[in-house]
């Protein structure tokens, strides 16, 4: 702990210069290090409270120990403080706040009504325009199956423009009655409005009597011999059927509640989230904050609140499992109500939240047992100094050399730090540079008949085959220690290949301090067979673990994650790759005219033969654009 007497004083001469207003306030101390942000609806009352040293927990009276000066930001209401607040935490991560590592995004679906033929689609991110959305759902199975419900009920689209405004018939949505075929005109502007509309009642659930009005509408279809009409309204019905087969009573009259328990056990927190959105579970999530050493319940549930709502749109009502200090703080600054029961339907079902989130914080501490388990195995087997905080988990992916990607991913004794995975985008001519470059120096080896350990190695493996990997993995592990940091260095190097990689890696960081990592390479076993690697660390004899042992399967799936975030970022990649065209070089051709002159010619290959005067036919290409154009190919 710091001087206490000196912090309480800093503390209270900013108190006297602390403006009674909303806002933020930072603490600061040694070196200007961010200690702790806060928000308050009036900054001056909120950080008095900190002087009441003996009434602070222990965490807290460290880190007024350690202030030594503090920073005001004044903002127009609690919204803005709310929000200035997050983005300072998430951006500064000060070692005093409590904070919430595994936020992450939900999918939605949503209706862009701004369009003459809206679609439905699945969405995922910030909602930055005028269109309907709908969820969130903690899952993109729980959005699939809703999805799917709707599109046999109402039969909108879920093509995108580009294929919508292109179609000459109906596509295969329209053949199984999911879509009702806009694009070719089976169906009227007027209709489709009508059945947009329906959808988004029916997803905000206030139409409660679509169900008699389609079956009142099949009956008179019926009635005129229109049996094509009454099947198509059959098979809406049956699908909105479905639905309410599958709802809860329970959540029958909540329209739009967020339920939210807290969990405390074995010095860990799990906040469990269940979204109810119109009568409908849209699926649960737990969290586990960091940092609450000492934090009570209201701190930890508070700030959750906090970082949480700022990334994501609060429903009409958030359900606690128990009262907050500063609820008042929190509903003007989220618009919305806070609540607790403790009886009736909601206080059921809050209950039964808890019981959730008691049930995901017992699996989390018999993973992080599990974890802590083959993490020791490892510091037995690969004669570690100690148990390794960060392993980086190195894998490349590439098509014959082109669109190359390196990735890395990490794993600490929390599970898969994914904020922390990286992928490093090779270029095709820093890859064949390096590769001229250690040609010539296999050249100048074998020419002198001087040879190292790596070059014997390479001159006996699948040379050509293996040499690009290993370039590879050189560039990948040269631009990360580049940028190492003492936060951020490794104890463990795990790499997917064999005794190749490991060369190629000490051979690329022979320049480095490697003092304390240890470099570890998994190969495939026999036939490729899974749970039969070997693993080779330099120095020491290769072998392989016992099979289907719990460190074994531990280390293979460090692995597998490596590998699948690297083919997915490679992937990825390739796509984006294919959508590009040679006209995105030429300077002054952004997405509108590049769309307009593909309309008009049809191809890139049509614009390349064509004249100077025939480019100007397309709108908003002017006579410099096309000689620019036609330079562009033809000099």
Same mark, same amino acid.
């Given at each position: 702990?710091?001087?206490?007497?000196?912090?309480?004083?800093?503390?209270?001469?900013?108190?006297?210069?602390?403006?009674?207003?909303?806002?933020?306030?930072?603490?600061?101390?040694?070196?200007?290090?961010?200690?702790?942000?806060?928000?308050?609806?009036?900054?001056?009352?909120?950080?008095?409270?900190?002087?009441?040293?003996?009434?602070?927990?222990?965490?807290?009276?460290?880190?007024?120990?350690?202030?030594?000066?503090?920073?005001?930001?004044?903002?127009?209401?609690?919204?803005?403080?709310?929000?200035?607040?997050?983005?300072?935490?998430?951006?500064?991560?000060?070692?005093?706040?409590?904070?919430?590592?595994?936020?992450?995004?939900?999918?939605?679906? %949503?209706?862009? /009504?701004?369009?003459?033929?809206?679609?439905?689609?699945?969405?995922?991110?910030?909602?930055?325009?005028?269109?309907?959305?709908?969820?969130?759902?903690?899952? %993109?199975?729980?959005?699939?199956?809703?999805?799917?419900?709707?599109?046999?009920?109402?039969?909108?689209?879920?093509?995108?423009?580009?294929?919508?405004?292109?179609?000459?018939?109906?596509?295969?949505?329209?053949?199984?009655?999911?879509?009702?075929?806009?694009? %070719?005109?089976?169906?009227?502007?007027?209709?489709?409005?009508?059945?947009?509309?329906?959808?988004?009642?029916?997803?905000?659930?206030?139409?409660?009597?679509?169900?008699?009005?389609?079956?009142?509408?099949?009956?008179?279809?019926?009635?005129?011999?229109?049996?094509?009409?009454?099947?198509?309204?059959?098979?809406?019905?049956?699908?909105?059927?479905?639905?309410?087969?599958?709802?809860?009573?329970?959540?029958?009259?909540?329209?739009?509640?967020?339920?939210?328990?807290?969990?405390?056990?074995?010095?860990?927190?799990?906040?469990?989230?269940?979204?109810?959105?119109?009568?409908?579970?849209?699926?649960?999530?737990?969290?586990?904050?960091?940092?609450?050493?000492?934090?009570?319940?209201?701190?930890?549930?508070?700030?959750?609140?906090?970082?949480?709502?700022?990334?994501?749109?609060?429903?009409?009502?958030?359900?606690?499992?128990?009262?907050?200090?500063?609820?008042?703080?929190?509903?003007?600054?989220?618009?919305?109500?806070?609540?607790?029961?403790?009886?009736?339907?909601?206080?059921?079902?809050?209950?039964?939240?808890?019981?959730?989130?008691?049930?995901?914080?017992?699996?989390?501490?018999?993973?992080?047992?599990?974890?802590?388990?083959?993490?020791?195995?490892?510091?037995?087997?690969?004669?570690?100094?100690?148990?390794?905080?960060?392993?980086?988990?190195?894998?490349?992916?590439?098509?014959?050399?082109?669109?190359?990607?390196?990735?890395?991913?990490?794993?600490?004794?929390?599970?898969?730090?994914?904020?922390?995975?990286?992928?490093?985008?090779?270029?095709?001519?820093?890859?064949?540079?390096?590769?001229?470059?250690?040609?010539?120096?296999?050249?100048?080896?074998?020419?002198?008949?001087?040879?190292?350990?790596?070059?014997?190695?390479?001159?006996?493996?699948?040379?050509?085959?293996?040499?690009?990997?290993?370039?590879?993995?050189?560039?990948?592990?040269?631009?990360?220690?580049?940028?190492?940091?003492?936060?951020?260095?490794?104890?463990?190097?795990?790499?997917?290949?064999?005794?190749?990689?490991?060369?190629?890696?000490?051979?690329?960081?022979?320049?480095?301090?490697?003092?304390?990592?240890?470099?570890?390479?998994?190969?495939?076993?026999?036939?490729?067979?899974?749970?039969?690697?070997?693993?080779?660390?330099?120095?020491?004899?290769?072998?392989?673990?016992?099979?289907?042992?719990?460190?074994?399967?531990?280390?293979?799936?460090?692995?597998?994650?490596?590998?699948?975030?690297?083919?997915?970022?490679?992937?990825?990649?390739?796509?984006?790759?294919?959508?590009?065209?040679?006209?995105?070089?030429?300077?002054?051709?952004?997405?509108?005219?590049?769309?307009?002159?593909?309309?008009?010619?049809?191809?890139?290959?049509?614009?390349?033969?064509?004249?100077?005067?025939?480019?100007?036919? /397309?709108?908003?290409?002017?006579?410099?654009?096309?000689?620019?154009?036609?330079?562009?190919?033809?000099?």
């Amino acid at each position: 702990m710091g001087n206490i007497q000196q912090g309480l004083e800093n503390l209270k001469r900013h108190i006297k210069i602390a403006p009674e207003a909303p806002g933020v306030y930072r603490m600061l101390g040694e070196n200007d290090e961010v200690l702790y942000v806060g928000k308050a609806k009036n900054i001056k009352k909120r950080i008095v409270a900190y002087s009441h040293f003996d009434k602070l927990p222990i965490r807290l009276q460290r880190m007024v120990s350690q202030i030594k000066r503090m920073e005001f930001i004044i903002v127009e209401n609690e919204a803005k403080a709310l929000l200035m607040e997050n983005e300072l935490i998430k951006e500064l991560e000060p070692k005093y706040n409590i904070l919430l590592k595994d936020d992450k995004t939900f999918p939605h679906l %949503v209706i862009d /009504v701004t369009s003459k033929f809206p679609s439905l689609r699945k969405y995922r991110g910030k909602r930055q325009d005028k269109n309907k959305y709908f969820g969130p759902f903690a899952s %993109v199975t729980a959005v699939n199956s809703v999805l799917d419900i709707v599109q046999k009920a109402f039969l909108l689209r879920s093509c995108r423009d580009g294929v919508f405004n292109n179609r000459q018939r109906p596509c295969l949505m329209y053949q199984i009655k999911r879509c009702s075929a806009p694009c %070719v005109g089976r169906i009227s502007e007027e209709d489709y409005k009508q059945l947009v509309q329906e959808a988004i009642d029916f997803l905000e659930g206030k139409n409660t009597k679509l169900q008699e009005e389609l079956s009142a509408q099949m009956n008179e279809a019926s009635e005129r011999l229109d049996y094509e009409t009454a099947l198509v309204l059959r098979d809406r019905i049956k699908a909105l059927a479905s639905v309410q087969r599958g709802n809860n009573v329970e959540y029958a009259d909540i329209k739009s509640v967020d339920m939210i328990a807290l969990v405390r056990k074995n010095n860990l927190v799990c906040i469990q989230v269940f979204f109810i959105r119109s009568g409908q579970n849209c699926g649960n999530a737990p969290y586990f904050p960091k940092q609450i050493e000492d934090a009570d319940d209201n701190e930890i549930l508070e700030a959750f609140l906090s970082s949480f709502y700022s990334s994501h749109i609060p429903p009409k009502e958030i359900v606690l499992s128990q009262e907050i200090e500063n609820k008042e703080f929190l509903e003007e600054a989220l618009a919305t109500r806070i609540n607790t029961y403790q009886k009736g339907n909601k206080a059921h079902i809050i209950n039964m939240v808890k019981a959730n989130a008691e049930a995901s914080i017992d699996r989390k501490i018999a993973e992080q047992a599990s974890v802590k388990s083959n993490l020791e195995e490892m510091v037995k087997w690969f004669d570690l100094p100690r148990i390794p905080q960060r392993i980086e988990i190195y894998d490349n992916s590439h098509n014959q050399g082109s669109f190359a990607i390196g990735a890395m991913v990490v794993a600490t004794p929390d599970g898969f730090d994914k904020k922390s995975y990286r992928q490093f985008n090779i270029k095709e001519s820093d890859f064949k540079h390096r590769q001229e470059e250690n040609d010539f120096k296999r050249h100048l080896e074998a020419s002198s008949g001087v040879g190292n350990q790596s070059s014997q190695f390479a001159n006996s493996s699948q040379k050509i085959i293996n040499q690009d990997d290993f370039l590879m993995m050189k560039e990948v592990l040269l631009r990360r220690f580049a940028r190492m940091t003492p936060e951020n260095k490794p104890d463990v190097i795990l790499l997917d290949g064999g005794l190749g990689q490991l060369h190629a890696v000490h051979e690329a960081l022979k320049d480095f301090d490697l003092s304390g990592i240890a470099i570890i390479a998994i190969s495939k076993g026999p036939d490729r067979n899974a749970g039969k690697e070997f693993y080779h660390q330099l120095g020491k004899e290769s072998f392989s673990l016992p099979f289907q042992s719990p460190i074994a399967f531990y280390l293979q799936n460090l692995r597998d994650e490596a590998h699948r975030f690297a083919i997915g970022t490679h992937r990825a990649r390739r796509a984006k790759s294919i959508s590009k065209s040679k006209l995105d070089e030429i300077e002054g051709i952004g997405a509108r005219r590049k769309r307009d002159l593909l309309n008009y010619f049809g191809s890139v290959e049509e614009i390349s033969q064509s004249s100077i005067k025939d480019l100007q036919k /397309v709108a908003g290409i002017s006579k410099k654009t096309a000689e620019k154009i036609y330079n562009y190919f033809h000099f």
